[in-house]
């Protein structure tokens, strides 16, 4: 098991740039992928970025050259480096964690670990 601690959303400008942190405690080193995922209100939640065990990584269409995902073993941490942001962004931002390595990345449903969430508001 693990668990997830977001932190670093915050409300900013179109154009800006934010850094989201997610402390993971438990095992994280028995999960395949890790990554973020949004939720604006009445939409469905859609993947943002993961990376797996390898360090490979995958980014939605929607925010490839502008978000940055990575993570640091030593210090347990996963972060989403945004820039460029845009109010499409705004969102209520979601660390998660998964062992499945079949199925899709974005696939939200095959996620067994969330975090509270840590809202991002990009105002034009």
């Known amino acids: 098991q693990v668990r997830l601690v977001e932190s670093g959303g915050d409300s900013v400008q179109s154009g800006g740039s934010l850094r989201l942190s997610c402390a993971v405690s438990?095992?994280?080193?028995?999960?395949?992928?890790m990554g973020w995922f949004r939720q604006a209100p009445g939409k469905l939640r859609e993947g943002v970025a993961v990376?797996?065990?390898?360090?490979?990584?995958n980014y939605a269409d929607s925010v490839k050259g502008r978000f940055t995902v990575s993570r640091d073993n030593a210090k347990n941490t996963l972060y989403l480096q945004m820039s460029s942001l845009r109010p499409e962004d705004t969102a209520m931002y979601f660390c998660?964690?998964?062992?499945?390595?079949?199925?899709?990345?974005?696939?939200?449903?095959?996620?067994?670990?969330w975090g509270q969430g840590t809202q991002v508001t990009v105002s034009s």
């Open positions: 998660a964690a998964r062992k499945l390595r079949i199925g899709a990345w974005a696939d939200f449903t095959l996620y067994n670990y």
């Open positions: 990376i797996d065990s390898d360090g490979h990584v």
């Open positions: 438990g095992h994280p080193h028995s999960m395949y992928y």
